[in-house]
């Protein structure tokens, strides 16, 4: 398993403006996801990050609106970038380990006004 | 599209009952796992299940993958108010490491 955390937790931020989230990890990995969850509901991948190459993005979202950063093998950011209160929502980030099993951490709860 | 269908997506009992969320695709998974999130927290993995037919254990909750490798259910055994939260399913394919996620199960077990 790993231990994984966020910062910040959570935020109100105001239109227009953007929102780094950092994802620490107490051990190296290769894969690292980042997910974007409403309260209740199920997770919507946003992008895969691997250490060494270009996130790659799925369909609905684009790197100018969440650039994403994976300088080493402990440690990712996401962007969320011109925020609208449609991007209100819960972020989490997780590490693939042990091939295809998931580890999540805290989440970060943005709220834009 | 890649599917996996939870059901029910939201269930309320009383303490002690008995309850089994469904996930059903027409796709062939290599492995299947089941996650438990609580308010204000990840999904934490309960259980990754592999092979067909395979049934694993962990105290009242009992998982198992089909035999064709394409459903899988949760049955909790007299449940507890600390089995409360959202049971997310979710599904691995060979081809990378991405994983399909059932749409959530919100479970309300109340005292």
């Known amino acids: 398993s790993a231990v994984i955390s966020q910062k910040p937790s959570r935020d109100i931020c105001q239109r227009g403006t953007s929102l780094t989230i950092q994802c620490q990890v107490d051990?190296?990995?290769?894969?690292m996801f980042w997910y974007r969850q409403q309260p209740g509901q199920s997770l919507t991948l946003i992008a895969t990050?691997?250490?060494?190459?270009?996130?790659?993005?799925e369909s609905g979202f684009v790197i100018d609106k969440f650039p994403i950063s994976r300088p080493n093998l402990t440690f990712s950011t996401l962007t969320v970038s011109n925020m609208s209160p449609e991007d209100s929502s819960i972020y989490l980030c997780?590490?693939?380990?042990?091939?295809?099993?998931?580890?999540f951490g805290p989440g970060t709860r943005l709220t834009v006004t | 599209t890649q599917l996996l269908e939870q059901s029910p997506q939201f269930l309320s009992i009383q303490e002690g009952e008995n309850l089994t969320v469904y996930c059903n695709s027409s796709s062939v998974f290599s492995s299947l796992q089941w996650y438990r999130q609580e308010p204000g927290e990840g999904p934490v993995l309960l259980v990754t299940v592999v092979t067909g037919g395979e049934v694993k254990k962990l105290k009242r909750l009992t998982f198992q993958f089909g035999d064709a490798r394409k459903d899988s259910s949760l049955h909790i055994t007299a449940a507890q108010p600390g089995d409360t939260g959202l049971y997310l399913c979710?599904?691995?394919?060979?081809?990378?490491?991405?994983?399909?996620w059932g749409a959530g199960t919100k479970l309300i077990i109340k005292p």
């Open positions: 979710a599904g691995a394919r060979h081809s990378n490491y991405q994983l399909i």
């Open positions: 997780s590490v693939g380990v042990l091939g295809y099993e998931q580890y």
């Open positions: 990050a691997n250490q060494g190459s270009e996130a790659t993005y």
């Open positions: 051990s190296q990995v290769t894969m």
